[in-house]
């Protein structure tokens, strides 16, 4: 839903839409941890969890496709930028 419709990932997270397909996403997730017998302590941190993976993947993803030459030029002089003050950055991240 958040890559197919953008103007989404741009709003705050304060202001999130809870449209009826927000609501039907997070009511099927409710069933499903429901059905693993997942105890109700643990389901409110998993619902945010997924959630702000879902919402952080489309946000990244629909930066990228609004992305152009200028802004990946300046993308690209941050990443040599750390790379030059953080030289072992790579061991951080396991590549």
Do not use: C, K
């Amino acid at each position: 839903m958040r890559v197919a419709h953008p103007w989404l990932t741009g709003r705050p997270w304060s202001q999130a839409t809870q449209g009826p397909h927000e609501q039907d996403w997070r009511e099927r997730l409710l069933r499903i941890l429901d059905g693993w017998a997942v105890p109700r302590t643990a389901r409110p941190t998993a619902v945010t969890m997924l959630y702000s993976t879902v919402r952080a993947t489309a946000e990244t993803t629909a930066a990228y496709r609004r992305m152009n030459q200028e802004g990946f030029t300046a993308w690209l002089e941050l990443a040599e930028a750390t790379r030059r003050q953080v030289p072992d950055a790579h061991a951080l991240t396991g590549g």
